[in-house]
């Protein structure tokens, strides 16, 4: 029995007798190169995509790079804003302290307890009620003039609110000067607890044991 001939070896010619056969043309054909662009690899090599550059001097960074170097900021990013002027950071404090400070003055100038300059209360006068804020122009009054006891005996509420509006006005003043925005969370829970602190004050003020804070 004759062996049979390997792919690719040389044999007699069928046609013609002697002559030596060619080499098969399907064993001797080498792969095709796979295009590295389909995801496969090959020998063609690596997805034709350039390499990332350390910058780009043009324009933005092409999708799929990022720069060498993590500090980098690109031509268009927008610069920081300028420090505004102190006079420009001191406009809203100063200009709310001045309103507040006028409206101070008016009332320690005509006195509430003279008739006829304010109006009454609406529940003080359709129900006999103290609100919240009966006594106050009264208090502020007092307050202008220095005589505590008799601000506190008109509204002690209200005196409270302009210690805290003092605090306020003061970190407000600091940060302007500094450059830095006065920004003021109050979460839900404060409001709701300035709800209850004015209810209760109400209600205490117009009990007869409470008649300290009634004005």
């Not at 010619?13 to 399907?26: I, L, M, N, Q, Y």
């Not at 209850?196 to 004005?215: H, I, M, Q």
Request: charged share 10%; proline share 17%; with cysteine.
């Amino acid at each position: 029995m004759d062996p049979q001939p390997t792919a690719g070896a040389v044999t007699d010619s069928p046609t013609h007798p002697g002559e030596p056969a060619r080499p098969d043309a399907t064993a001797m054909e080498p792969d095709p190169p796979v295009d590295g662009r389909d995801g496969a690899p090959g020998a063609a090599g690596a997805p034709d995509v350039p390499p990332a550059p350390s910058s780009w001097p043009g324009g933005p960074v092409p999708p799929g790079h990022a720069p060498a170097d993590a500090s980098w900021a690109g031509p268009y990013a927008p610069p920081p804003p300028p420090a505004r002027p102190l006079a420009r950071r001191l406009l809203a404090p100063a200009g709310t302290l001045a309103g507040v400070a006028a409206a101070f003055a008016y009332v320690g100038t005509v006195d509430p307890n003279e008739p006829g300059h304010y109006p009454v209360c609406p529940l003080l006068r359709f129900t006999g009620l103290y609100c919240p804020g009966c006594g106050g122009l009264r208090s502020a009054h007092a307050f202008v003039h220095g005589d505590l006891p008799a601000a506190l005996g008109a509204n002690a509420l209200a005196v409270v609110g302009y210690g805290i509006f003092a605090v306020v006005m003061v970190v407000w003043l600091v940060r302007a000067v500094r450059g830095a925005p006065m920004r003021l969370a109050v979460s839900p829970y404060l409001w709701w607890g300035v709800g209850a602190v004015l209810a209760l004050f109400t209600l205490v003020r117009n009990l007869p044991f409470g008649s300290a804070l009634a004005p």
